[in-house]
Structures are given as C-alpha cells and as structure tokens.
C-alpha cells in the first residue's frame, strides 16, 4: 500500500498516528508538496476528486481518501492494537468522541488558521478573518469543555487511549504551531496534562 501524505499537515499526521500506535510497516510513504499545488494536479486529482490528503492506495490499485476512513480499513486489516472500539456500544462512544474532537476542536483550529495565518493564503482564497478569528475563540470554548472531560477521566473517550486521543493531540498540536495556542497558558491545565502525557508516545514523534 501506498499513503500519500505532507509534511506537518495534520490529517495524515492522523493517519501516521494510528499505524505507528497498530505497529503497522510496510506501507510505502509518497509525499505530496501542497505549496505546489501537486494536490491539484491531474494524476492526485484522479485518485482523489477532492483534492486533499492523505489518500491511501491500496495494494489492488483502489484508491481510499479521507482520514477516518483510512483508519477504519487499516483497523479492520490490523485489528490489534484496538483503537477504535471493542463491539459495537464501545465503538460508538469512542466514534462520538472522536467526531466531538475533530467538529469541535479539530475543524474549528484549521478554520482559524486558513482564514487568518498569511502563510495559509496561498491554500486558501479568499481568507475570511472575522470567521477564522470566531472559529478560533469556538475552538477555544470545545477546549474548555474537555479540559472538564478530562478532569474526570484519563483519555478523550474514557480510561484508554483511542482513535479519539490521536484526533484531539493533532488538533492542539496544529494549534500549538500556528495559533500558538497552549492549553495550560489559558487555563486549561488537564488538557495540558493530557497533551503532555500524550506527547510523550512514540507515535508522537511521526510528523
């Protein structure tokens, strides 16, 4: 298999996550440079309509786009280490935090920075800094609710780390580069807690 990716862009940062948490080797990194717009091109844009990364290319030629997606298959081909869900009441709430924290923290981070960060201009026209500026203080009202979650438990969906930690951490670290967003400094002192523990995985450290 073959996933094509972007250095520090945080969806398929996502994606590298989990196969570094499942243990996954074997497939084949190709890097795709969006300040060239090679995400445009005819040959990306006939994989993926959409133009957007990752996009996983599997091993009979088919082509798999979009981050959950991607990490739904590789948990079915790898079902161990579990990260999504052990039966079906389990993977229901942990999918119901992991769309809680890509809606609500993920989306509104890389709302904030397109439409206000002048080195996003090029990927993003026209930028709106009003609605970036109000995405972000939204990003920052989901903060304060987990900052609350996780006072009462240890990970996003519970007492284990999941699919969910994984969408959260890349959410606040692309907040931490470009929104210079930092939980603690804002009050927020369990999810500082929380991002700290969970920079300290090994899975942390693929970009």
Known sequence: MKLYTSHRTPNPRRVLMFIAEKGITG???VQVDLFKGEHRSEGFTGMNPMAQIPVLELDDGRELAETRAICTYLEGLYPQHNLMGEGFEERAFIEMADRRAELQLFLK???CIRHTHPGLAPLEQPQFADFGASQGQKMRD???WLDGVL??????A???FTIADITAFCALEF?????KFRAGEEGFGHLQAWRD???ERPSAAVV
């Open 27 to 29: 497939i084949e990194l």
């Open 158 to 160: 519970g007492d284990r």
């Open 197 to 199: 523990r969970v920079a």
């Open 151 to 156: 006072a009462r438990q240890a990970f996003i």
């Open 175 to 179: 907040a931490r580069g470009l929104m």
């Open 109 to 111: 981070a890389a709302n």
């Open 142 to 144: 989901t903060a304060r």
